[in-house]
């Protein structure tokens, strides 16, 4: 049977994108019946009307605390029937409130090759160490950062030093792994 997903994000959407695209082309099994997003305004929520997929806006700032902000999410998961969740650059800490109601039921992709390089510029601090071998990771989400016990992981061999250049081929190989991870869990 087709899943619900819901897709959260917090700035570009280009993940976001390539998720709702396989999505469209029967490549998964499943849609996109949410986008969550944190930062009201954000590029990927155009992506998603675009796209005709309902966006829920938040304000994480206009709760008194992570665990309200949660249930607020929660209360549109449950009504949109959400069966799985992709993390796509959101940019928190995923609470206990969403993690009990979704047990291993949430993943994420994060541009390096895990446990090495966790949290913001993953690149960057990659390009920074020297590092020969960059990759990306999907991974299950717990409630530390960028934690969780390793789903699937690409390298991708790179000597330059040409960060755009850099940045377009992890980009490539995020879309492309987090639709083989789906594909796969789903
Ligand atoms: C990606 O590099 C992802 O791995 C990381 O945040 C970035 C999001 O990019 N977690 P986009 O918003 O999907 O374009």
Same mark, same amino acid.
């Given at each position: 049977m087709e899943k619900n997903l819901a897709v959260f994000a917090s700035g570009n959407g280009s993940n976001f994108e390539a998720i709702a695209k396989a999505c469209q082309n029967k490549r998964i099994n499943a849609q996109i019946a949410l986008c969550v997003c944190d930062h009201p305004g954000a590029y990927v929520t155009e992506r998603a009307k675009r796209l005709n997929i309902p966006v829920l806006e938040l304000r994480p700032g206009n709760f008194p605390n992570k665990q309200e902000y949660e249930k607020e999410i929660l209360k549109e998961l449950k009504n949109q029937n959400i069966d799985f969740i992709c993390l796509a650059g959101y940019m928190r800490i995923v609470g206990d409130t969403l993690l009990s109601a979704y047990p291993s039921k949430i993943i994420n992709i994060h /541009?390096?090759?895990? /446990?090495?390089?966790?949290?913001?510029?993953a690149i960057g601090q990659a390009l920074d160490y020297g590092v020969k071998v960059f990759g990306v990771t999907v991974h299950f989400v717990d409630n530390t950062l960028d934690g969780g016990k390793i789903i699937c992981q690409a390298a991708i061999p790179y000597t330059g030093n040409d960060r755009e250049e850099l940045e377009a081929m992890v980009h490539a190989r995020e879309h492309a792994l987090y639709i083989e991870a789906l594909k796969v869990l789903l």
């Open positions: /541009p390096s090759l895990l /446990p090495a390089f966790k949290g913001v510029d």
